[in-house]
DNA sequence: GCTATTTGACCTTA
DNA sequence: TAAGGTCAAATAGC
């Protein structure tokens, strides 16, 4: 490992004090979403904001568990540690709200011209995640493209807010496997959500969106436990998610099959807060999938990262 | 028939 | 002019 981290500071202690950071960071981001919730006149931006943090904490603590000791773990800190300040939540508030371009009339391919923005001139706030599996913010995208990537072995994929047409939400976000072994994805967001996902629960979503992973809910509820698929309606949008995927890897290789998973596969995380210690949660947290589920987990995974390699 | 995805073409920027 | 981002017609799936 080459670098920014001295190659003694990767050591286990290290990575457990930044797997802590997280764990603690997200727990606190938890509490104060949980008061911006309970306070009906808050600009709902806050609670947007804050669960993006939120979602960036436990995906930054799962980058971290997920890279064994001695593979490029430092990079992915690294790659944390430049992000966070992007995510500092005083600056996320004023970033600009663009208004959106695009006319009531179709315009044809000759009037492109008119609402085309081009990302690198826009003042949209941008991020980016490194995470070993794919994940789900929780939000409902569409697949708009796919390119080819200049000295990049996989193409990048790119996604647009579901509501952009209904309600003007400009966020935008691509996906782009920068890794096989261990297995890497960077996920770049672009502008903030300015819709109202009607699907959308207050609960945080934390899923794993690779074709046949099972879907992760953090619930602010200890009590919360049980599988609610049934009595959560929002579920269906993480379907919509789950399909966008698996039938984009399947268009590109029919030799591969995948398995599907039905939204029972859902299982809810326990409150994190109860834990004593950071690694005990992520003791029981692992716990929580059963065999069939981990083993479904894997499978998904392997299976995909065959069809990108 | 509706909705989402694919993919070639188009557009902007460096 | 090359590269990257987006559009929109064609296509597929439900």
Known sequence: ???????????????????????????????????????????????????????????????????EEGHDVASVISQIQTDLPC???????????????????????????????????????TWNIDTPTLINDGQTWRKYGQKVILNAKYPRHYFRCTYKYDQGCKATKQIQRIQVNP???????????????????PELILDCTSPSDTSIFISFDSTNLINKQDHVPFLSSLSSIKQEIKEDIITCDANHSFQTFSSSDNFMFPDLAAFPSPAEAMAV??????????????????EYDNFLS
């Open 183 to 201: 297995p890497l994805y960077r996920t770049t967001y672009f502008g903030n959500h300015t819709c109202r996902n009607l699907h959308q629960d």
């Open 1 to 67: 490992m080459e670098g920014f981290w001295p190659e003694n500071l990767v050591s286990t202690n290290f990575i457990q004090k930044k797997v802590n950071d997280e764990l603690v960071a997200g727990q606190e981001l938890a509490k104060q979403l949980r008061n911006v919730l309970a306070k009906s006149d808050d600009d709902p931006r806050s609670a947007e904001d804050l669960m993006m943090q939120i979602v960036k904490s436990f995906s930054n603590t799962l980058s971290i568990l997920n890279f």
């Open 285 to 302: 947290l692992s716990s929580t999938l059963d065999q069939s589920d981990y083993g479904d987990a894997m499978y998904g995974m392997t």
């Open 87 to 125: 995510l500092d939540a005083r600056k996320m508030k004023d970033h600009s709200r663009e208004s959106f371009r695009r006319s009531t009339t179709t315009p044809t391919k000759k009037d492109r011209r008119a609402f085309y923005d081009r990302r690198r001139t826009s003042s949209l706030r």
